[in-house]
């Protein structure tokens, strides 16, 4: 596994599954229309209103923004959904249908690593 981004994890918990890059309404739909059911939503922003219809299905969510106390960190908490939130990425490499995990650290934070 590779390590290619970090951010805030919600809970000390790991997810495994494939990345869906989620830029619109269309996207969920698209993902809710073919089975979100273990996949990992990447969202720029945090989007509990546009992950909503797919949010208990997912395996786990990456957000670029926020922060632990987001709206979006709050309701995964409440679906037991590992997110990292604030999530900086260190590839310019495109991750969406990629397999990642994402996985506590040491220190409070989470990783999310490419199943390479």
Known sequence: M???GKGLITLKLEATGELRVIGSVQDVISLWKEGAEGKIAFVEDAGTTTLGPIMPKLA???CSS???GSHLAIVSREFEIPALM???LE???DLDRRQVTI???DNGAGLLLLNE
């Open 91 to 93: 590839t310019a490499e």
């Open 66 to 68: 926020g922060a632990l």
């Open 2 to 4: 590779k390590r290619i």
């Open 86 to 88: 604030g999530t900086t």
């Open 103 to 105: 996985r506590p650290d």
């Open 60 to 62: 786990g969510v990456v």
